[in-house]
């Protein structure tokens, strides 16, 4: 049964329909923009016996708008009884640090095994709807093969929160990475690269990133004012090998952009190990880390990359919220063998 929303238009509102609604509407209803558009156009927006179906339509100050908002609906992508390794869970959120090798929602390519198809099982229908839909609330995500921590809402109103502070950059997040050389602040080719700069004893890199302009599955870094604003902060904590040819370094994220880390430190002459498609062709050192050292770092199949904490406002009541999952078995091996390298 649809559940009727009444707003009443405030003063002085904005020309349009779709942007005075948004303006509006009741903040514990969690209607964002999109599920708003997705609604007039459904002519599910009323204004008396008036069907408001366009989002242009004007609006004055006092007027009575109904909003039909239909119950959740089915989501149709199969549950599945995949393991997970829950860190939190409450009526709103569930924080989860997701294995390598597990996508986080089904696409061409990876239609199941994916970390909603594990969720839908654990929830087992006890969702509240997000976006008018019976199904999780994904408002980040990290790549098949890093690791690490996701947070997913379980109703709309956590989405909408959630969704409200990634967008304005405030929830902190910290990867720890395995990358080839030691970024060194005194590196003069590293202070020479384009967008790399040295702030409060940390390398920050800054770019715009978007699809290659010829390798459709790759991103890459411009200065033209062209893809996604990016801004990612790298610190150096262990240096490996005499004379040093690996570090761990810990990336914060300002922004969260598609295979951010990866394409960055790259861009820096860092490229993560394991990396199999912005790594390159930079090969390790067998003199400054030794065979049994070596022979771990060239095993390693997947980008050395791992969301290490996580932290955000929770979105019922503000507290604030703050997980750290340690490295995977494989990362912490290779950390280990790389300590002993040398």
């Known amino acids: 049964m649809d559940r009727i929303l009444h707003v009443t238009i405030a003063a002085a509102p904005p020309p349009r329909l779709d942007k005075a609604l948004a303006r509006d509407v009741p903040e514990d209803a969690a209607l964002s923009r999109t599920r708003l558009a997705r609604l007039i156009a459904e002519g599910a927006v009323t204004r008396g016996d008036e069907v408001l179906s366009d989002p242009k339509a004007r609006v004055e100050e006092g007027d009575e708008i109904a909003i039909a908002v239909p119950a959740p609906q089915d989501y149709h992508v199969e549950a599945q009884a995949i393991a997970l390794d829950i860190r939190h869970e409450d009526d709103d959120l569930i ?3 997701k294995p390598a090798g597990m996508v986080v929602h089904p696409a061409p390519g990876s239609p199941d095994g994916t970390l909603v ?4 099982h654990h929830f ?6 997000v976006g008018g839909e019976k199904r999780p609330g994904i408002v980040h995500r990290i790549d098949k093969d890093t690791t690490g921590l996701l947070v997913v809402a379980k109703s709309d109103r956590a989405h909408h929160a959630l969704a409200a502070q990634f967008a ?3 929830v902190r997040r910290a990867y720890l990475a395995v990358v080839h ?4 602040q005194a590196d003069p080719r590293l202070l020479g690269t ?4 040295i702030e409060s004893g940390a390398i920050t890199i800054t770019s715009g990133l978007a699809r290659h302009r010829t390798d459709r599955q790759r991103q890459a870094v411009y200065f033209d004012g062209h893809g996604r604003h990016a801004i990612t902060r790298a610190r150096v904590l262990e240096r490996f090998g005499m004379p ?3 570090a761990l370094v810990e990336c914060r994220l300002q922004t969260g952009r598609t295979h951010q880390i990866r394409v960055h430190m790259a861009h820096a002459g860092h490229a993560l190990i394991g990396d199999p498609v912005y790594g390159g062709r930079r090969k390790l050192s067998v003199k400054a880390l030794g065979l049994d050292a070596l022979a771990v770092a060239q095993g390693f199949s997947r980008q050395a990359l791992h969301a290490a ?4 406002d929770h979105p019922a009541d503000g507290a604030p919220m703050a997980f750290r999952a340690d490295p995977p078995e494989d990362l912490a091996a290779l950390i280990e063998a790389l300590r002993g390298a040398g």
């Open 95 to 97: 924080v989860v640090n």
């Open 117 to 120: 198809n594990a969720l839908l």
């Open 124 to 129: 087992g229908g006890n969702l509240s709807g």
């Open 168 to 170: 304005d950059h405030s």
């Open 181 to 184: 050389g030691v970024p060194d």
């Open 194 to 197: 384009r967008g790399v700069s």
């Open 244 to 246: 040093p040819a690996a």
């Open 309 to 312: 904490d996580l932290g955000f």
